[in-house]
C-alpha cells in the first residue's frame, strides 16, 4: 500500500475545515475572517500588510476582509504613519470583534481536542513538526 501525501493531507485538511467551518458559520463569519480574529486575538495593532502576511494572504484579499470586518464592527482601523512618511492601518478588535474572537478561538480549541483525541503529547508535537517542516520545504 503506497501512502499517498495528497491524499492524507487533502483529507485531513478537508475533515477539519468541515467542522471548523460548520461552527464558524454559525457564528456569520466569510471564509478568512476567522483566521484574522484568531490572529488579533493574541496580538492586536498589526499593520494591513504584516497581517496579511501572518495569514498567507494577499495584501489586496486583506482589505476586503478587513473591510467587511468593519463594515460589521468586528475591528477598527488606525492610521499609522510608516517609514519614508507613508501611511497604513493598525488593525484593533472592537468589544464585539473580541468577543467573536474569543467564540473562535473556543471552537479551534474543541475542534483541536477533538482531532487529536488518544493522540499523546509526544505524537502531538511530532505531528506538529513534521506539518511545520513539510510547509517550510514547500516555501523554498
Same mark, same amino acid.
Given at each position: 500500500? $503506497?501512502?499517498?501525501?495528497?491524499? *492524507?493531507?487533502?483529507? /485531513?485538511?478537508?475533515?477539519?475545515?468541515?467542522?471548523?467551518?460548520?461552527?464558524?458559520?454559525?457564528?456569520?463569519?466569510?471564509?478568512?475572517?476567522?483566521?484574522?480574529?484568531?490572529?488579533?486575538?493574541?496580538?492586536?495593532?498589526?499593520?494591513?500588510?504584516?497581517?496579511?502576511?501572518?495569514?498567507?494572504?494577499?495584501?489586496? *484579499?486583506? *482589505?476586503?476582509?478587513?473591510?467587511?470586518?468593519?463594515?460589521?464592527?468586528?475591528?477598527?482601523?488606525? *492610521?499609522?504613519?510608516?517609514?519614508?512618511?507613508?501611511?497604513?492601518?493598525?488593525?484593533?478588535?472592537?468589544?464585539?470583534?473580541? /468577543?467573536?474572537?474569543?467564540?473562535?478561538?473556543?471552537?479551534?480549541?474543541?475542534?483541536?481536542?477533538?482531532?487529536?483525541?488518544?493522540?499523546?503529547?509526544? $505524537?502531538? $508535537?511530532?505531528?506538529?513538526?513534521?506539518?511545520?517542516?513539510?510547509?517550510?520545504?514547500?516555501?523554498?
Amino acid at each position: 500500500m $503506497e501512502i499517498s501525501l495528497f491524499s *492524507t493531507l487533502v483529507n /485531513t485538511s478537508g475533515a477539519h475545515a468541515k467542522a471548523c467551518i460548520s461552527e464558524f458559520t454559525k457564528l456569520d463569519l466569510s471564509p478568512g475572517q476567522p483566521k484574522v480574529l484568531s490572529r488579533l486575538l493574541k496580538q492586536e495593532g498589526y499593520l494591513q500588510k504584516e497581517l496579511a502576511g501572518l495569514c498567507g494572504v494577499e495584501p489586496a *484579499t486583506m *482589505t476586503v476582509l478587513l473591510n467587511a470586518m468593519e463594515k460589521k464592527g468586528m475591528i477598527r482601523k488606525e *492610521t499609522s504613519h510608516v517609514s519614508g512618511g507613508k501611511r497604513a492601518f493598525r488593525i484593533y478588535l472592537t468589544d464585539e470583534g473580541r /468577543t467573536l474572537a474569543e467564540k473562535v478561538d473556543r471552537i479551534i480549541q474543541e475542534v483541536q481536542e477533538t482531532a487529536l483525541a488518544g493522540f499523546s503529547e509526544e $505524537e502531538k $508535537e511530532l505531528l506538529v513538526s513534521l506539518n511545520a517542516r513539510i510547509v517550510e520545504n514547500l516555501s523554498k
